[in-house]
């Protein structure tokens, strides 16, 4: 430790004397710590690299906000630990799980964040740590890292303000008007799009999309008495490969008849296997009918509504489980012509990031309980409000800190 210590130093190795330069040693010592010598690199999940194909390796090695994408079971477990002793004073509530700039997206009539595959219950600082991180590498990537503390300061308004009003929505951030009129999308485009990312699947797997899409109807029809049967009837399916997050969970793409015999209103699905976030601590997740923790994330913290959003029910269905599988780990939701995310190179000012930060802010101050239907009590919100304030400085903190880690992590994997 002494000859690295001195050799980062420029000190030659005759020059220094141990028993003088001890204290010199250790005080150098404990200022490396967090550093080369002392971080913990924030690494993926060692099942989902392995899952990971050579195409999307390279895409993490080329971009850190991919990788950070990408490693957000890592990055929740490491906020579990390091909130640990606070956790007990701050209530149970709504999660987005994943919350992060490139999260938030937009359709014709609606934006905000979206994608609540990693939705749970558990303590607000996930989520605002996670953020705060998105913004702080956005902030490194562009070169505005010196507007970082006034990004930070959008956000956490933005989260005070939806805490104590939780029917108030900003009007849309600049970046939402533009993205709207740079390429109008149509239902035509958008099944074109999915036709073209299908991959093809083996009959018995066709045949299990088939009877799965057999019971989500089921389902659905209940819950949607507008829509015929035959709403739900496959024209062509396929898995699919997208998304960096989500990049190695098994998903299917499939068209569905919608509301007539016309081609051009069919209406395009995603089906997606949900993802495993057994094993950190802070977080609660149902044992029983497993993906409603997504369902329940999108519709009491979403904005946008899709016109199709259903759990995997619990049916036994013969074909899903021949190949294994269980309905109830599956569920789908509509696309929208309209919809899209936002992308980092979207972002023409530190302004579109500020007003991105404060939206964002607002809807996650603004959720609810972990109850499907009860909004968070005045008392409630402003019990959480005094608990997140006393950790405000931390989870600042924490954010950039939990970036160079995850930096570090980056960097290790380019090195591979």
């Known amino acids: 430790m002494a000859a690295a210590i001195a050799k980062r130093f420029g000190l030659r190795g005759?020059?220094?004397?141990?028993?003088?330069?001890?204290?010199?040693?250790?005080v150098i010592a404990i200022a490396l710590a967090g550093t080369a010598y002392g971080a913990a690199p924030i690494r993926p999940n060692p099942e989902s690299l392995e899952r990971a194909t050579p195409e999307l390796i390279k895409r993490l090695r080329a971009e850190p906000y991919d990788y950070f994408r990408f490693v957000n079971r890592s990055w929740i477990a490491r906020v579990c630990d390091d909130f640990g002793r606070d956790l007990e004073g701050l209530p149970v509530i709504r999660l987005h799980g994943d919350a992060h700039v490139e999260q938030f997206a937009l359709t014709r009539d609606a934006w905000g964040l979206d994608d609540f595959d990693d939705s749970a219950r558990?303590?607000?600082?996930?989520?605002?740590?996670?953020?705060?991180g998105s913004v702080d590498l956005v902030a490194r990537r562009r070169s505005w890292q010196q507007e970082r503390d006034r990004l930070f300061?959008?956000?956490?308004?933005?989260?005070?303000?939806?805490l104590l009003e939780p029917d108030?929505?900003?009007?849309?951030?600049?970046?939402?008007?533009?993205?709207r009129t740079a390429a109008p999308a149509t239902r035509a485009a958008l099944l074109a799009w999915g036709e073209s990312k299908m991959q093809p699947l083996a009959d018995a797997s066709m045949k299990a999309v088939a009877g799965g899409m057999e019971a989500f109807a089921q389902i659905m029809l209940r819950e949607r008495p507008d829509l015929e049967p035959e709403y739900f009837r496959v024209v062509r399916a396929g898995s699919i490969q997208r998304g960096v997050g989500s990049a190695v969970i098994p998903k299917i793409m499939i068209r569905v008849r919608g509301p007539s015999d016309d081609p051009a209103d069919d209406e395009l699905l995603e089906s997606k296997k949900i993802g495993d976030l057994a094993g950190l601590s802070c977080l609660n997740t149902p044992m029983v009918n497993p993906t409603l923790r997504i369902i329940d994330g999108s519709k009491q913290?979403?904005?946008?509504?899709?016109?199709?959003l259903a759990a995997g029910p619990e049916l036994i269905v013969p074909e899903v489980m021949a190949r294994g599988e269980r309905l109830q780990d599956w569920w789908i939701r509509s696309l929208d012509p309209s919809y899209s995310q936002i992308r980092l190179t979207d972002l023409r000012s530190v302004g579109d990031l500020a007003a991105i930060s404060y939206d964002a802010g607002v809807?996650?101050?603004a959720g609810r309980l972990h109850d499907r239907t009860v909004l968070l009590s005045t008392y409630d919100r402003k019990r959480l409000l005094g608990a997140t304030g006393k950790l405000e400085k931390r989870y600042r903190q924490e954010a950039t800190k939990l970036v160079d880690d995850l930096l570090h992590g980056w960097r290790e994997l380019g090195r591979r």
């Open 14 to 26: 005759g020059a220094v004397r141990p028993r003088r330069f001890t204290c010199l040693f250790a």
């Open 122 to 132: 558990g303590p607000a600082v996930v989520d605002i740590v996670r953020f705060l």
């Open 153 to 162: 300061d959008r956000f956490v308004e933005g989260y005070k303000r939806g």
């Open 168 to 179: 108030h929505l900003p009007p849309p951030p600049d970046i939402v008007g533009r993205l």
């Open 301 to 308: 913290l979403g904005r946008l509504r899709h016109n199709i």
């Open 363 to 365: 809807q996650l101050g």
